[in-house]
């Protein structure tokens, strides 16, 4: 009776779990997540040397950043203190600021198409057009029903990140997405991608509370290279020792398209960094 009784308790938990001891992973909890493929190279590691180091804004929490016709626009996070404001990068001379924190409004990613500044929120679903030309007001607002991280644009799409390992393809008239895309490394989903910036069709991206910008294929979401700023941090960041008072994460991705570099700062760092990428 004993060996029947054994017998019908493996049978029994045997068709409860028909795939015996093998764990299996709940995906449940992000519909929008593609399982991990197999196969994926590890990313390439990119190599940089720094070209310059100028002035930044130490007030700004600096959540989205990007260069038009020479002149560097960042979006600055916080609530109250934050801001849409632009200036000269090489002196960090602001020209223009325009405060629209309030005790519901933080900052986040910001990206330049069509002659008209993107602005996204964080958690308020609200985002923000300007005219380029002047920052005073914004032209109109639309919903973003997600989180507001980062924002980057590919000439036609607005490419938008929250909290999980997606982009997504935003119409920049609509507000519709239009695709979503996960982004995957060897190691699987890769989330908590934040600023963005779009150059030769690749997304460069911070990972938060990292020193890691990964490069990122648009059409696969395979992260196709990685370089780390650890030593960059050491000097203005707080991960590491080393940094100034009141600093916060590596945060702040632009690319200038003249000298074809990269500029790189953090939340109220006191130095934006020119690198050239190899």
Known sequence: ??????????LFLASCNPDGDKNIENT???????PVPSGIP???????????EFPHDTSSFTEGLEVHEGKLYESGGEYIDSRLQ????????????????????????????????YQLTYQTNIGYVYDV???????????????????????????ITTKEANLYFVDPETFKVKNTVAVLDDKGPVPEINELEYVDGFIYANVWMTNRIVKIDPESG??????FLNNIA??????????????DVLNGIAYDSVSETFLITGKRWPKLYQLRIE
């Open 1 to 10: 009776m004993k060996y029947i009784f054994t017998l019908f308790v493996v």
């Open 28 to 34: 449940d909890s992000d519909p929008l997540l593609k």
């Open 42 to 52: 590890s990313p390439k590691a990119i190599s940089y040397i720094i070209i310059s």
């Open 86 to 117: 632009f200036g000269n990068f090489k002196t960090g001379v602001i020209e223009k600021m325009h405060k629209m924190g309030t005790d519901k409004i933080f900052g986040e990613g910001l990206t330049v198409l069509n002659n008209k500044i």
């Open 133 to 159: 030309n002047n920052i005073d007001k914004p032209i109109k607002t639309f919903n973003w029903p997600h989180e507001g991280w980062g924002m980057t644009n590919n000439g036609a799409d607005l490419i």
């Open 222 to 227: 395979h992260v196709v290279g990685e370089l």
């Open 234 to 247: 050491a000097a203005d960041g707080r991960l590491l020792s080393g940094g100034h008072a009141n600093t």
